[in-house]
T-cell receptor, first 113, second 113 residues
């Protein structure tokens, strides 16, 4: 979708290294979310943001941190990557009420070796 | 805790058949329900968004229904085509301040030519 981009699209990194994934939106939406998708588990929420500098944890937040210094950017950082964090990471955006839907980015495929 | 279930996990049908995909959820306190399509290795594309006050939504050959009281939604695909082959995910938006979606694990559909 043209309104939301994720970078990088693919990344291979070594165990123990820090990794940052970026989500960028041009829709000026208030809410941004990071999910991971794994076979057998579906999509699980890592962290979300409800405004600049306002973030909170999701159900699988251990080992991850986030930052949102501007409305358009939401960064996900793996402090010290582990093999269990090998996954596909999706960013989603939503406007500021409960009545809109999600728009997803194209995803980042991360492999930790 | 909201849980979303999609049955069956996989489905194969001959081209031209009408089909129904099922989604059930455990907590009726939702804002809306969204159906997505995901092609292999790709992101999620929104198909239909149905608000909690609505009974159904239609887009082309797709029709989604919602019965909030029984915790069920169906996605009806008319005159299926090989291009409909994909994984279909449903997600319910919780009625709380996070506005997050809880996802089912999807139904993998294959339409045979």
């Amino acid at each position: 979708d043209a309104g939301i981009t994720q970078s990088p699209r693919h990344k291979v990194t070594e165990t123990g290294t820090p990794v940052t994934l970026r989500c960028h939106q041009t829709e000026n939406h208030r809410y941004m979310y990071w999910y991971r998708q794994d076979p057998g588990h579906g999509l699980r929420l890592i962290h979300y943001s409800y405004g600049v500098k306002d973030t909170d944890k999701g159900e699988v937040s251990d080992g991850y941190s986030v930052s949102r210094s501007k409305t358009e950017d939401f960064l996900l950082t793996l402090e010290s990557a582990t093999s269990s964090q090998t996954s596909v990471y999706f960013c989603a955006i939503s406007e500021g009420t409960g009545y809109g839907g999600y728009t997803f980015g194209s995803g980042t495929r991360l492999t930790v070796v | 805790k909201q849980e979303v279930t999609q049955i069956p996990a996989a489905l194969s049908v001959p081209e031209g058949e009408n089909l129904v995909l099922n989604c059930s959820f455990t907590d009726s306190a939702i804002y809306n329900l969204q159906w997505f399509r995901q092609d292999p290795g790709k992101g999620l594309t929104s198909l239909l968004l149905i608000q909690s006050s609505q009974r159904e939504q239609t887009s082309g050959r797709l029709n989604a229904s919602l019965d909030k009281s029984s915790g069920r939604s169906t996605l009806y695909i008319a005159a299926s085509q090989p291009g409909d082959s994909a994984t279909y995910l449903c997600a319910v938006r919780v009625a709380s301040g996070t506005y997050k979606y809880i996802f089912g694990t999807g139904t993998r559909l294959k339409v045979l030519a």
